[in-house]
DNA sequence: GCGTATTTCAAACACTCGTTTAAATTATTT
DNA sequence: AAATAATTTAAACGAGTGTTTGAAATACGC
């Protein structure tokens, strides 16, 4: 090989761009351009744009919803065996915390950050199918534990507020992406803060 | 005038459009086809695409937004007078309770239900910029009210969970559109229910 | 060092897009 | 009815898109 690997470039550039861009905004050409690369690697190494997105969320989606399913599963067994129900919260941190998590392992997944908050409601269903047929099964798995959690609701209920859940998660990971809605306020705290208080919000409005 | 205001018809197959497809992924060739009018048209009668958008959310965002600050008046004035703070549900649904009559009103805004959804989270800048500077007013004003009702939070922690609150309101304004993350669940509710199922939510999210 | 396979490259392809133009048509005014 | 203004129309413009192609360059096995 020439450089340091033209794929993970390609991975690494194309990462960023969605994210600040948008997937439809940002061009093959300009991702080849900043990459340092030749237009025609792209389809080379991955096929297509779309296959490229789907790249870049394995790379991270993977591990990440790994950690995830073992701390549900962990929390079903020990619920399972002192008989008791789990709790609300003790559920919804074993899919928000491992976020903070990834964001501290590498500085670089800041932007993967953002670019599962635009995928959450991309205005294309392409995008967005590609994003979520990698989460389904942690989300059905998440609904499962909040009905454990919340015996006297129905599963309809507790699907509808993990979407309400999903779409303030979707706003708080474009953080410092889209900028907050209200200009001047809310800037200047940390995106750890932020996913705190994103927790504590979503946890009662389920519990509620 | 040759046939009943082609102007209108743009309005409203583009508004239909918009919200189904996403204002990117609608050309202008698609709207004038279906609208059954010229190409030339839409930038005979708006000027440009971004200038359609702009009128269209004009339409529905001037009343609602209007219902909205009188009602919101009236219950900070209702607050001064009785000396007592006005309720954070109070204030909400000062925000929400319109939107339920807009719907109401006329079946057409359906379609303008998800087009507000979609704008609140569009990867656009464009698009939400043109969005939020018809709403930046009356979300000001529901932050003060709110901050009123909760005295012992911060500014920022309340626009913050507005923030939440609005990703959560997107994903519920798209219902049908986006269809629901979670495939089989959640689709047997009307909009009615769900929008109260989202205010419940907020509401107990915003105080907690 | 040679031959094979992999990777890079510039160029072109086939579209689609929003916008503009200038002529033809329709409405309105005088 | 003539003249002016407003609207509609077909056609083209220029720029941008993802993808494909076939030749050049590089890497690797023997």
Redesign the pocket.
């Given at each position: 090989?020439?450089?340091p690997?033209?794929?993970a470039k390609i991975l690494k550039t194309a990462e960023e761009l969605f994210a600040i861009d948008g997937f439809?905004?940002?061009?093959?050409?300009?991702i080849t351009t900043k990459a340092?690369?030749?237009?025609?690697?792209?389809?080379?190494?991955?096929?297509?744009?779309?296959?490229?997105l789907g790249a870049i969320f394995d790379r991270h989606l993977g591990p990440l919803n790994e950690i995830r399913i073992k701390r549900m599963e962990a929390v079903a067994a020990l619920a399972e065996k002192s008989g008791e129900r789990p709790g609300v919260e003790e559920v919804l941190r074993c899919f928000t915390e491992p976020t903070l998590a990834l964001l501290h392992s590498d500085a670089s997944t800041g932007y993967f950050r953002m670019l599962v908050g635009r995928s959450l409601s991309d205005p294309d269903p392409t995008v967005r199918q590609l994003f979520l047929q990698r989460v389904r099964d942690v989300l059905e798995l998440l609904v499962d534990l909040l009905c454990q959690a919340l015996p006297h609701r129905s599963r309809e209920s507790v699907a509808w507020k993990l979407q309400f859940s999903l779409g303030a998660m979707s706003q708080t990971l474009t953080f410092q992406n889209h900028g907050p809605i209200l200009g001047s306020l809310a800037k200047d705290k940390s995106i750890d803060d932020v996913i705190e208080m994103l927790t504590e919000f979503i946890v009662k409005g389920m519990e509620g």
């Open positions: 090989m020439s450089e690997d033209t794929k439809h905004h940002t061009s093959l050409r300009k340092g690369v030749n237009l025609a690697a792209v389809n080379y190494h991955f096929g297509s744009k779309e296959s490229l």
